[in-house]
C-alpha cells in the first residue's frame, strides 16, 4: 500500500516505526528539512519538506495514487484541511488526529460530511486507558476485546506474589480458573509461554479472561484489594480533562493540580464537582499539603515526562495505592519500569495501534470485501507482543479443524474463542469456527489475515 503520512512528531514518529516494519510505500511531508531528512534516514522511506496543506507539496508526494493519507500535524484544523484535500486529490483513506475536546461529539459528521474515514485523538485514547486502570487498580495495563467479554490484563510478579515459582501446566488446576496467561517478559525477553514455563519474580505477565474470570483470580491470588474512590490528577490538559469528565461520571472524588492559574480557572467552571489547586505539583510540601498520602491513585497527566516521572516517585514513598503516568519518551518509560511505577501511558503508542490495525484492514480485503477480518489491535509487553482479534472468515482453509491438528507458527498463541456471545478458552479438542471471533497473542508482526497464523 501507498501510504502519505503529514506531521512528524512524537505521534508521527509512532506510526512511521509501527508501519515502516510492514511492507508499505511511504512517504513523509513536514516543514522542517531536517526532521525529514532523519525520518528518511532512520526508516528508510521518502520525504517531502513542505505544507502538507498545500495542493503542490500533496501532489509532490503522489498523494492522487495515496491508499492512506494520514495528518498528524500540530493543528486539528490543518489535518482536516489536508484530509479534505487529500480526498479531493483521490487519496482512498484520510486519517486525522483531533485532539480538541470540543471536537469530540461531531467525530461523525466530520466523518458523514468532510470524506475523513477515521479520527483519532491520543489524549482521549490515554484517558480511556487510565480510567480502565483506575477501575482495575490490580492491572498494571487492561484492554478488552468482543466488546468487553474478555479483558487482557498485564500484572506484575514482585517477591511475595502468589505466583512466584508456579509452573504454568499448573495455574488452572490450582485456581480452578479459566484464565489464561498469554504472553509473558522477563528482563528484555518477551515470549508466549508454555506448559513449562515457571514464573519467576519480577515476571510481567499478561492474563486473558472474562471479567468475571479475572475478578474471581484475584480474589483468589489477593490482588482485588480496595477499589479505588479518591484520585489526584496532576495536570490540567486534555488528558486529565478527559479522564476527569469520566472519573466524576463514574463518581470518583477527584483533585486536580495545575501550576497555571488561568488553566485552573476553567478547570474550576468545567468541573464544579472536582476540587481544583493551583500550584506546582513537584513541590512535595504541596502535594503533602493536599493529602496525596491518604488518596487512592495519583495520575501524573502533564505534558513533561520528567515531572510526571519525579511526582509518580514522589507518590510511591508515600506509598499510594495506584500510580499511572503518562510517559512519552522510551528513556523515562524504561526508568519508571525499574523504578516500580505501576502503569505507563504513552498515548502516541495506543493511537498507533489504532491506525495499524486500521492499515492492516484496509490490506486485508480481497475482491469481495474482507477476508478474515481484523476487529481490534493492541500493543502490549511494551509494544513487543500484539494481541489481535479477528473474525473467522469462511475462506479459513483450518475452519472446523481441532486445534491440536493444526500446525500453527512459533511464538503463538490463541487466547480465546468467542462464539455467539460464549466465551471459550481453547484447548487441543477446540475448533474455529466460521463466525466465531479469535484472539491471537503474538511477537511475530505482519498477522494480517487469520491464516497468517498457520505454517
Not at 132 to 145: D, I, Q, S, T, V
Not at 173 to 179: D, E, H, Q, R, V
Request: proline letters at 3%.
Amino acid at each position: 500500500m501507498k501510504i502519505v503520512l503529514i506531521g512528524n512528531g512524537s505521534l508521527g514518529d509512532s506510526l512511521i516505526e509501527f508501519i515502516s516494519k510492514e511492507d508499505h510505500n511511504i512517504t513523509v511531508i513536514d516543514e522542517d528539512a531536517d526532521m525529514v531528512t532523519a525520518v528518511v534516514n532512520k526508516y528508510d522511506v521518502l520525504g517531502v519538506t513542505g505544507n502538507g496543506a498545500t495542493v503542490e507539496i500533496q501532489k509532490e508526494a503522489d498523494v492522487p495514487n495515496a491508499d492512506v493519507v494520514i495528518s498528524v500535524a500540530a493543528s486539528d484544523e490543518l489535518n482536516l484541511l489536508c484530509c479534505m484535500i487529500a480526498k479531493q486529490l483521490g487519496a482512498k483513506h484520510a486519517i486525522a488526529r483531533v485532539r480538541d475536546p470540543r471536537y469530540l461529539n461531531q467525530k461523525a459528521f466530520m466523518c458523514n460530511n468532510l470524506g475523513i474515514d477515521m479520527i483519532v485523538n491520543p489524549e482521549h485514547e490515554a484517558a480511556g486507558e487510565a480510567a480502565r486502570l483506575l477501575r482495575f487498580p490490580a492491572a498494571m495495563k487492561l484492554e478488552k476485546f468482543a466488546q468487553g467479554q474478555v479483558e487482557v490484563v498485564e500484572i506484575s510478579i514482585g517477591k511475595d506474589h502468589p505466583l512466584v515459582d508456579l509452573p504454568l501446566i499448573n495455574f488452572k488446576s490450582k485456581y480452578s480458573t479459566n484464565a489464561l496467561i498469554c504472553a509473558a517478559q522477563r528482563g528484555d525477553e518477551v515470549i508466549i509461554p508454555g506448559g513449562d514455563y515457571v514464573i519467576r519474580e519480577g515476571d510481567r505477565i499478561s492474563i486473558a479472561a472474562s471479567r468475571t474470570d479475572i475478578t474471581a483470580l484475584f480474589v483468589k491470588i489477593g490482588l482485588l484489594g480496595k477499589q479505588i474512590k479518591d484520585v489526584m490528577i496532576v495536570g490540567g490538559g486534555n488528558i486529565s480533562r478527559y479522564l476527569a469528565s469520566q472519573l466524576i461520571e463514574g463518581r470518583f472524588n477527584v483533585k486536580m493540580i495545575e501550576q497555571d492559574e488561568k488553566v485552573c480557572e476553567e478547570l474550576a467552571e468545567l468541573f464544579p464537582k472536582a476540587t481544583v489547586i493551583c500550584g506546582d505539583a513537584t513541590d512535595p510540601d504541596l502535594l503533602d499539603d493536599e493529602g496525596i498520602e491518604s488518596t487512592d491513585a495519583c495520575v501524573a497527566m502533564t505534558l513533561n515526562d520528567q515531572k510526571n516521572f519525579i511526582i509518580s516517585m514522589f507518590a510511591k514513598t508515600r506509598d499510594v495505592k495506584k500510580i499511572i503516568s503518562k510517559i512519552s519518551s522510551q528513556t523515562f518509560v524504561k526508568l519508571s519500569a525499574n523504578a516500580g511505577i505501576d502503569s505507563n501511558i504513552t498515548p502516541q503508542v495506543l493511537t498507533a495501534s489504532k491506525v495499524l490495525r486500521y492499515i492492516r484492514g484496509l490490506a486485508n480485503r480481497g475482491e469481495n470485501g474482507y477476508l478474515s477480518q481484523i476487529k481490534s489491535l493492541h500493543k502490549l509487553v511494551g509494544g513487543k507482543v500484539e494481541a489481535i482479534e479477528f473474525d473467522v472468515a469462511e475462506d479459513f482453509k483450518a475452519a472446523g479443524v481441532p486445534l491440536r491438528s493444526i500446525r500453527l507458527k512459533g511464538n503463538l498463541l490463541i487466547a480465546a474463542v468467542i462464539r455467539e456471545n460464549a466465551v471459550i478458552y481453547p484447548n487441543g479438542e477446540t475448533t474455529l469456527n466460521v463466525g466465531d471471533s479469535v484472539i491471537v497473542m503474538t511477537t511475530n508482526e505482519h498477522l494480517y489475515d487469520l491464516g497468517d497464523i498457520l505454517l
